[in-house]
């Protein structure tokens, strides 16, 4: 474990150093690039400010998160048990992603207003997709073999589905839970900076006239901490729950 | 080692469809082609009430499909299938990976609505008999291929239909262990009796198990001949009539 963070580790030094220096030694003005050292030190003094509005955005992707994981577990069942569902509703959701999120945030500001729904709402479309996605592979993929089983040990069609399609489909759902927090954090900054007076994303657009760059850097650094944390536990969560999945690469983990 | 003790068939099974009058399967002319691949073509067969009927031939001769038709898992392009209802213990062992040992031969006990504990209650004492104690709590990965084997084989015996369609059931055990599971099963089967329908690539396990022996041509697959075991149990493989009766299936075989 530890050797394994030792590469990635030195490297991460080593880009920082070249940062530092360069914005040090290159006479780069700091409210254009502020040096790491910099925003260390704004992450330490803002820190209240960050907390208060950290804890604004994790609320909504934490919220967004679990909109999109019950929607989409909901829709990828629906789409498995009816073909009727799959024919019709498939197609509009594959399509559904080619809509630009980014100029239809506004928009939804305009129609949810500035508290949390639009967040939701953005934050839902965004990760809904990879969900919905995996989780409806997880469950066609099954071994039809399996299937054939249950119907030879007379299972009912929800008996397999909670038997076998349901645990089958779990690795595979955990992999589009682990998209969807990436995307998730995008989504709040953006649903943020489309109209909002609190988060992180408000945050950094407010820094940035205010000649505080070291401070909106600060907020990038919490954003993807964060979003590297819920990385983390849901890898976390895979390991406890899907014990059976990828154990080959886990023995030696 | 197995031993001998708890039932092991299950009286309170439902059955399902209606029972034809006599019991057992019959098979009749029946073709299955899969596209342009005719897997069999003209076969026929019979499985009497609590026979033991063994089915060896070629490889790809149509013997797992055959088992599929005979539970009702594929229909026949033309032919009859009809008899008791049956279970399938697939070729490959499909033990459900995110299960114990315990509870993925407790399983159909589970599906027929018994509680968790009442069913492990009643599989467990089954571990004991095929040497399987101590690995009711392990996971599939963790056994043998052996061990998986024989789970899957109390996962079928506890489905509790009539009719076991059995498919290559100890092939993967090593010789020893498929010597000592045929004797487990022989004795079960003279304790409570089943119809068995078992395919086999070993001729010698064939005519150690089974009433009879039906021999299949290669693909399109159909019976080309028949031997009626009738040796007294319990059998032995070096019983000279026994050797004699294997090289009459090789015969048919060739
Ligand atoms: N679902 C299927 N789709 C297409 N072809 C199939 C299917 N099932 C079986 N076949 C073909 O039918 C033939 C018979 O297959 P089957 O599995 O019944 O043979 P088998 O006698 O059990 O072979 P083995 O001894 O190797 O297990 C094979 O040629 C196989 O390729
Ligand atoms: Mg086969």
Known sequence: MTRRLLGPGLLALVLLGAWEAYARLGGVDEFLLPAPTRIAEALWVDRGLLWDDFVVTAGEVLLGIGVALVAGIGAAVALHFSPLVRRTAYPLLVASQTIPIVIVAPLLVVWLGYDLAPKLAIIGLICFFPVTVTALDGLRGVDPELRKLMRTLDASRWQAFRRVEAPAALPSLLSGAKIAVAVAVIGAVLAEQAGSSRGLGHLILQAIPQFETARAYAAVVVLSAFAVSLFGALALAERRLVPWANRNQGDNA | ?254
Do not use: Y
Not at chain 2, 21 to 36: I, P
Not at chain 2, 126 to 150: C, D, K, N, V, Y
Not at chain 2, 171 to 187: F, I, K, N, P, V
């Open chain 2, 1 to 254: 080692m197995p031993a001998k003790g708890a039932p092991i068939l299950d009286r309170q099974a439902p059955v399902g469809e209606p029972r034809a009058a006599a019991g057992g399967v019959l098979v009749d002319g029946v073709r299955r082609a899969f596209g342009d691949v005719v897997a069999l073509d003209g076969m026929s067969l019979r499985v009497r009430r609590h026979e033991v009927v063994a089915v060896v031939g070629p490889s790809g001769c149509g013997k797992s499909t055959l088992l599929e038709l005979v539970c009702g898992l594929q229909r026949p392009d033309s032919g009859r299938v009809e008899g008791e209802p049956a279970v399938l213990m697939p070729q490959r062992d499909l033990l459900l990976p995110w299960s114990s040992a315990l509870d993925n031969a407790a399983l159909p006990l589970r599906l027929r609505g018994v509680g968790r504990t009442e069913a492990r209650e009643r599989a467990r004492p089954l571990f004991a008999q095929l040497g399987l104690e101590g690995f009711e709590g392990a996971r599939p990965h963790e056994l043998s291929g052996g061990m998986r084997q024989r789970v899957a084989f109390l996962r079928t015996l506890l489905s509790g239909k009539p009719l076991l369609a059995l498919d290559e059931p100890f092939a993967s055990l090593d010789a020893l262990t498929r010597a000592q599971m045929q004797e487990w099963l022989a004795g079960a089967l003279a304790r409570e009796p089943r119809s068995v329908l078992l395919v086999t690539h070993d001729v010698e396990e064939a005519v150690v198990l089974a009433d009879r022996v039906v021999v299949m041509s290669p693909r399109p697959g159909r019976a080309v001949g028949e031997i009626e075991v009738g040796l007294p149990r319990p059998r032995k493989r070096t019983d000279p009539a026994a050797v004699a009766l294997r090289e009459r299936a090789l015969e048919l075989l060739r």
